[in-house]
């Protein structure tokens, strides 16, 4: 699958949060093929800003647009994955993961088996340890048609297989098309990406 | 497979398997009521004149106590905010949630409560006007109670404060409920009464879930 081109702007978006400025007048724009990954320390403000492009956080200040339209109008092309579960506990593997894509059981059990998780489909996501939890949420990406991805610490309890499978899907989806941003702390060695550095207001 | 169809789907797989949230409000409701000869007095006349009474607000805890939760699990994994994402305007979702969970989770109360009335020896005919009242009137209580659970998403251990928020607007469909059994009880006109308490339980499904979407988003808006 090839994505249409897409864009996404964001500019001079600034946020405060419980009297604390995280960032001001932050603009930069991302298309078709780019990689981005937000990066800062703990607190700078990242999971803020990804949740605000995803639009799950209001922007108070400043505009972000998805090839010029507001986000709102947009919201079925971002796919994201926060660092809650995305899971629920009480339903098994696949039941949750075709309930979040709409796919049928033969794409949602191959995106499993591209994670790593076959014969685990019928499991209930509470009898998964963290980081097949983890993988479960992941699998959204291998059964996805959404355009640009937002992944907030998508390594966390991964192990270096898994971190390999991911690094490959990304750069594969960005080859098709798609845009994605993410944060990490370690940054993935096999990964082209862009910085943005948060933290840095006084 | 549509939305609405996957959205059936999960809330039906979460019902099966979580049966102790069908059953404990059921059990908290016979409970209730087997309590009340042994408390008062086992005299059946004085058990009917307030059984019917006694039945509704015993229903009216149950019904409290099995939705104050009722976003809580999808809100605290992240699921919820992933309705935001599909293609449907999340009040819409909300109200699905909310037919489901009156469907499973309220109309069970509503099929027992003939057994407890027959343990407070309640007349057939008042007995007919309660369960007539009680389908009437929960679905109003339902929505109340759900927005109850959204506004307090955000804060845990928010069940009492939910329902605290929310007494307002319990009180007039109650005061109706009550109308309509003491009218039963004298054996005169009950339907224009329970006509008023559908009336009710319409405009309070048609606005509720907007309500509760605005309340979940502001929730969201304010978590990680």
């Known amino acids: ?30 298309s078709s093929g780019d990689i981005l990954r937000v990066a800062g320390p703990n607190g700078a403000g990242k ?8 639009g799950l956080f209001e922007v108070q200040d400043g505009v972000i647009t998805i090839d010029q339209e507001p986000l709102s109008d947009r ?64 699998a959204r990406l291998w ?60 | 497979m549509s939305i609405e169809k996957r959205m059936l789907a999960r809330e039906l797989k979460l019902a099966a398997a979580r049966p102790g949230d069908i059953f404990k409000p059921m059990w908290f409701l016979m409970l209730v009521i087997s309590m009340v000869p042994l408390a008062l007095s086992p005299d059946s006349a004085l058990l009917a004149d307030i059984g019917s009474a006694m039945i509704w607000v015993a229903t009216l805890l149950a019904l409290l106590l099995n939705t104050e939760h009722l976003f809580q699990s999808d809100f605290s994994d992240g699921v919820l905010e992933q309705w935001l994402f599909l293609d449907r305007p999340l009040a819409w979702l909300v109200g699905l949630k909310l037919i489901v969970h009156w469907l499973f989770h309220v109309v069970p ?43 307090t998403l955000g804060s845990s251990r928010s069940g009492i404060l939910g329902v605290l ?19 039963a009880t ?14 009710f339980s319409l405009v309070a499904a048609t606005l509720v879930p907007i309500a509760v979407s605005a309340a979940i988003r502001l929730n969201i808006g304010g978590s990680n």
């Open chain 1, 143 to 202: 059964c996805s048609e959404a355009p640009i991805w937002i992944l907030d610490e998508p390594y966390t309890a991964l192990d270096i297989t898994m971190v390999d499978t991911l690094d490959l899907k990304i750069n594969a989806h960005v080859a098709q098309g798609g845009l994605c941003l993410f944060t990490t702390h370690q940054p993935p060695q096999s990964l082209n990406f862009e910085t943005l550095e948060l933290g840095c207001v006084d």
């Open chain 2, 165 to 183: 928020v929310m007494m307002p607007l319990f009180v007039p469909v109650v005061i109706l409920a009550a109308g309509v059994l003491i009218r």
């Open chain 1, 75 to 138: 919201r079925h092309q971002v796919l994201y994955i926060g660092h809650k579960p995305q899971v629920s506990r009480d339903l098994t593997v696949i039941d949750n993961l075709k309930f979040l894509t709409g796919f049928d059981e033969p794409i949602v059990k191959q995106a499993l088996i591209d994670v790593g998780l076959r014969g685990y489909h019928d499991s209930l996501v509470k009898e998964l340890s963290q980081g097949q939890g983890r993988r479960c949420a992941l």
């Open chain 1, 47 to 54: 999971t803020t800003l990804l949740r605000m492009i995803a």
């Open chain 2, 109 to 151: 109360l509503i099929c027992i409560t003939p057994i407890a009335g027959l343990m407070l020896s309640v007349p057939t005919d008042v007995l007919i006007a309660l369960l007539m009242t009680l389908v009437v009137a929960t679905p109003a209580l339902t929505c109340f109670s759900g927005l109850g659970a959204a506004l």
């Open chain 1, 1 to 30: 699958m090839i994505f249409e081109p897409v864009s996404l702007n964001i500019s001079q978006v600034s946020c405060e949060r419980d009297d604390r400025l995280l960032f001001q007048n932050l603009s930069f724009a991302l």
């Open chain 2, 186 to 199: 004298d054996g005169s006109e009950i339907l224009p009464l329970i006509a008023l308490l559908g009336a």
